[in-house]
């Protein structure tokens, strides 16, 4: 009995030093899925949504973003309700990072044009680590959320007000809120 444990406790060390090994080389590995964005109101900015996934075992970070359709384009978390301009988000290592409605977003400020839903808009994220990824979002209807789970997404297409106060945040990125805080924006672009 005494010999099994110390054998399992040689393996368990041998597979330590094997990932330890491994360790050394890797990178992190990103994938992006469910990407979207909500058809604007207006021209003068939009949000974005993702979800970026490293596979990997080396965290990285999602440090910037480019499109052709905006002149430039910010990463925000929402606190408290409102948005925040940062600099970064962590890509932690075999985790992810969600971009989704009432918390971190892209978003887009002088629209080129104003995307339409059923277009695609392409997308370039740059990371601290890994090699810039291209993404192509298709552009959805101004309420559209992701059904992640089919499980607890109700019938009602309209459901998405059960979720609380996750919805109060996307609410500005949805409709005339937004066109309100336009100035809230630029207030706090001008902050920075
Ligand atoms: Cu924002």
């Known amino acids: ?54 596979s990997g075992d080396t965290a990285d970070k999602l440090t910037s973003v480019t499109s052709d359709v905006a002149k430039s ?31 971190n977003h892209l978003m887009f400020m002088g629209l080129k044009k104003k995307p339409a839903e059923g277009q695609q808009v392409t997308v370039e994220l740059h990371f601290d680590k890994s090699k810039p990824l291209k993404v192509e979002v298709p552009v959805k209807s101004g309420t559209y959320t992701p059904k992640d789970d089919g499980a607890k997404t109700g019938s009602g297409g309209g459901g998405s007000m059960d979720h609380g106060s996750m919805d109060h945040g996307s609410m500005q990125h949805d409709g005339s809120q937004h066109e309100g805080s336009t100035e809230g924006h630029s207030q706090h672009d001008a902050k920075k």
Do not use: W
């Open 73 to 103: 384009v910010t990463i925000h978390t929402t606190k408290d309700n409102k948005m925040e301009e940062v600099k970064s988000l962590d890509i932690p290592a075999g985790g992810e990072l969600e971009l989704a409605r009432g918390g």
């Open 1 to 54: 009995m005494n010999r099994r444990t110390t054998l399992a406790a040689a393996l368990a060390l041998t597979a330590g030093f094997a990932l330890a090994g491994c360790g050394g080389d890797s990178a992190p590995k990103l994938s992006v899925s469910g990407a979207y964005m909500p058809q604007p109101v207006d021209q003068n900015m939009a949000g974005g949504f993702l979800v970026i996934k490293n």
